[in-house]
């Protein structure tokens, strides 16, 4: 892109500083600096345009070879080849548990008696008042 070094910026400088003027170079310099942070930003948005389309071409093209690779398991390995999957409520073989025919609320809708609350804390003994601090004569 552009390359400028110390001496080719110097002598730009110095052009621009007898062209228009030690009055009028704040201005100038402000009027390019606003142009070039606008330049930066089109810049910007237009890589990060560039690098989103990058990325979809790339999660397609990895989608493809997945889908590819699906369809080569699934015709190596048909569904109907696998065993189908039991349900097995023990899986450890443990025998159930049995349920106390007392603990289970009736049908009604009894509902289990609930735990006492606890006690509420003990207020803190009240704090004595403060007296007011006599203001102190500016000397």
Excluded: C, H
Aim: net charge neutral; charged share 30%.
């Amino acid at each position: 892109m552009l390359d400028f070094n110390a001496p080719e910026f110097l002598v730009v400088a110095i052009v621009a500083l007898l062209v228009i003027g030690p009055k009028d170079l704040p201005k100038a310099m402000r009027f390019v600096g606003k142009w070039v942070g606008k330049a930066r930003r089109v810049a910007g948005q237009f890589r990060a345009g560039l690098d989103t389309m990058v990325r979809e071409a790339e999660l397609a093209e990895m989608e493809k070879k997945w889908a590819e690779e699906n369809a080569r398991i699934m015709r190596d390995y048909p569904p109907e080849a696998l065993p189908a999957p039991v349900y097995d409520p023990n899986p450890d073989g443990a025998a159930p548990a049995e349920i106390a025919p007392e603990a289970v609320p009736d049908a009604v809708g009894e509902m289990p008696e609930a735990p006492p609350e606890p006690a509420p804390a003990p207020n803190p003994p009240p704090r004595k008042p403060r007296k007011p601090r006599a203001k102190r004569a500016a000397s």
